[in-house]
């Protein structure tokens, strides 16, 4: 057994980046790689500043013997322990804490006995070390960890990390999890909560009032490339702002990340009005479930429009059919006209996509000044009636767009052009969501109206005064709603304190709000942030070259871009070189790009001049333009309404 301790401190010498993975159970049995993760839970519970955080991972031993094994778990700096538990045939065992020779005698002396230890040894300031046996055969060992940490709070804004770069030291073997990995945070705060965003991954963000927000993700067979690390903001004023920035060498020019997002409680007073068109598939492939859901959804929207909202049905198939004339006030008498149109609909004929979004976008609800038009598509098919082209209905619509209309789609069930609903959607700075079939189309409608209920600033810019900002993505902001937040890329080269101005209407009233703002002369912790820039600057050209064409100087631009910041595009590709070698994150979350939720990662397109400004009518794509798409990054990995 003596030589177990000279093993187990070689393998903590080996593992020099340990700080950068995560959790790993290591058997001591030579050749036996770590083994695999099963299922791996973290909990957060972060309250003023303070987080304690509970990881739950179970280990796969797919070998046919029983195993002892070493447990390694890099906490982040300063964390402390509070708990360590093992289960044991079954039942929840809590650890000890114990003086490092000591834990080591115990261990040795329960291996003679065969029974179950579960010892946590400090190794150095940032790896703990449990010692495990035996781990059965062919079985799973479950782990659980809990440790607490006073977050990093710099320029208004906390972070948190959270270990899960496993590649890093574990090898492309383990960089799954085999069942889910789900993460969840709960935070609390005296002061009111703003922004809430992940550059790693996509998030959904709840929110309890001003003082509380929940964050959440969970994926299965998850790939464990990069850590978690997620930023909040606090502030009383009704919009908050803050900014990270990342800048190596002061002679070159800085890169920056701004979030800001509005306050929750709003009085009704302070809330835009917007018009909201109803685009309906009833065609017969509506028939049964999808269409009861689809009214049932329906419904509910009505019911929760507000008393300065205006709307309009569009119901299509063969033929195309409107509610009214124009969007009518959401007056108890128009809400019930409506409820008796849905009522009457039925699924029957053909699919004619395009004179139906073309109606909607002639309901042009930016008459009404400084009210947001948002137009909610619902479909289960492909276009079967009048214009069918794929690539001429987009342009069309985009053509006939010219009030800034954002389309949001919701395609339902498998048999539709999925590529044709996120073209129309992104263009028009929309979103686009699925459900899998016609029971959840209710549940996916309905929680996206609840994101984008309470809009309370249409027509919104962003200015910046002092620090020379350029290249600054998106280029057109979308409204703000109650509960979203804006995220902005960019570049800067003069260093200092400089105001940035967040101006817009609520209804007819013009508002500004300023902050000022730390661009530093150097800042090299967020390193993050220079290819969350490119791949926004990327995606911009890549929409360029396909409304205007291509030119020598936007491709060049593109595949300059693509290599210096391994961002995947139509001219880079990644190479792979090793059998199990996983591709970088921008290409999964490229994959995952179908599946990210309405208004989440709209695009905005246009702007000629460095900052933001409010999305206007845009030229048509020229006939040879390419259909490149553009790449949906890792850092559309948001909480929230990301206006990228």
Known sequence: MRRSIPLALLLVALLPTAAFAQGMLLPKEPGIGPLGIGHQRVRIAIKDGTAVTQVDQSFVNHTGRQLEATYLFPLPKGAAIQDFALWINGKKTKGEVLESKKARAIYEGIVRRMRDPGLLEYV????????????????????????????????GVYTYRFPLGASKVQGARTLQTLKDLTITAHIESKTPIKSVYSPTHRMDLSREGENVANVGFEDLRAALDKDLVLFYTVGKGDVGMNLLAFREDPDEPGYFLLMAAPKQTWQDSEIVGKVVTFVVDTSGSMSGEKMRSAKQALRYILSRLGSDDRFNIV???????????????????????????????????GTAIHDALLTALRQDGRHAEGSPHMIIFLTDGEPTVGETDEGRIAKSLESANTGGSRIFSFGVGTDLNARLLERISTASGGGVDFAQDGRETEVVLSGFYNKVAYPVLAD?????????????????????????????????????????????????????????????????????IPRLWAVRKVGYLLEEIRLHGETPELKDEVVHLGKKFGIVTPYTSYLVVEDEAAPPPEMRMAERAASLPPGFGGRAHGAARAGLAPRRARRAPSAGAPPAAAPAPAEEATVALDAA
């Open 124 to 155: 150095d300031h940032q790896l703990f070390r449990a010692r495990v046996f035996p781990v059965p055969a062919r079985g799973e060992q479950r782990v659980q960890i809990t440790f607490s940490q006073v977050l990093d709070f710099n320029n």
């Open 315 to 349: 119901r299509f198939s063969t033929d195309v059919e409107t509610f009214a004339d124009a969007p009518v006030p959401a007056s108890e008498k128009w809400r019930k006209k409506a409820l008796r149109f849905v009522s009457r609909m039925h699924a029957r004929g």
């Open 460 to 528: 919104v810019r962003v200015d910046f005064e002092g620090p020379r900002a350029f290249d600054v993505y998106p280029r057109e902001a979308p409204a703000l709603f109650r509960g979203s937040q804006l995220i902005v890329a960019g570049r800067y080269r003069e260093a200092g304190r400089h105001a940035v101005v967040l101006s817009g209407k609520t209804g007819e009233t013009k508002r500004s709000f300023q902050a000022t703002l730390e661009f530093p002369e150097t800042a090299t912790e967020n390193a993050f």
